[in-house]
């Protein structure tokens, strides 16, 4: 101690201030240290823990997003489908409209003119008795002679059917060959002139040919048959030009 003295050193003291410190530190140690520890160790679980929380927390918002983006775009997709879907049946509706406005429109026109055929034929069928009777009158005047009503009804008949004596006179200008037959007249046949014409034509065709029956007020009088590429032209308007041809 006397050795420390000259230093300045009271070893007393600084023996007694090294006891006081160790002592503190065994204090601190028992009592403060270890508590110290396990609250710094508490808070780095805490952190720890937050971190992974914030992790997780991070992890799960990504999936949300990702998920919420893959909803957004199949959405989106099922919309587009449900537009185009929608655009087709719209395109398809206004066909069907247009087509069914095309056909009523087509059945108006063609039942307007079967109509307007009809009226014809039916103003036709009417002409022909005035006709016959203004061609009976000039007849009388000419002959200077009258003509009983059974003689009259002949001669209109034999006039616009071409049917003399029960048979069809133009048939008898050749042999025919076909399935198929065309017969115009000046004016409406009768359904008996029809029989007549129909039941000749079939005994020259055959049983399974066809014949059709149609108008042409310019013919005059008589019959034009067609049989293929065959013409047989008994009409009025056909004499007059065959006469026309022989005077030039």
Do not use: C
């Not at 927390?57 to 775009?73: F, S, V």
């Not at 056909?103 to 079967?114: G, S």
């Not at 200008?173 to 076909?178: K, V, W």
């Amino acid at each position: 101690m006397d050795a420390l003295a000259p230093l300045g050193i009271n070893l007393t003291f600084l023996i007694s201030q090294i006891v006081n410190f160790v002592v503190l530190l065994i204090v601190l140690r028992v009592w403060a240290w270890k508590p110290i520890l396990n609250m710094l160790e508490k808070r780095r679980e805490k952190i720890t823990q937050g971190l992974e929380d914030a992790r997780v927390a991070a992890e799960a918002r990504a999936g949300a997003e990702k998920d919420a983006q893959a909803h957004m775009a199949k959405t989106q997709r099922e919309a587009n489908d449900h537009l185009r879907k929608a655009a087709e049946q719209a395109e398809q509706t206004a066909r069907e409209i247009k087509a069914a406005a095309e056909k009523e429109a087509a059945d108006i026109r063609t039942a307007a003119l079967a109509e307007a055929e009809q009226a014809k034929l039916h103003a036709l069928g009417e002409l022909r008795e005035q006709v016959a009777a203004l061609a009976l009158a000039a007849a009388e005047k000419l002959i200077r002679g009258s003509l009983d009503e059974k003689r009259q009804r002949t001669l209109i008949a034999e006039f616009f059917s071409g049917i003399k004596g029960g048979r069809v006179q133009v048939l008898e200008q050749g042999g025919l060959a076909g399935t198929s037959a065309e017969v115009t007249s000046a004016l409406p046949l009768t359904p008996e002139e029809q029989d007549v014409i129909r039941r000749e034509i079939v005994g020259k065709l055959g049983s399974g040919s066809t014949i059709a029956f149609r108008v042409d007020p310019s013919l005059l009088g008589g019959l034009v048959v067609i049989v293929g590429d065959k013409v047989l032209d008994g009409s009025v308007l056909g004499g007059l030009e065959g006469l026309r041809q022989s005077l030039k």
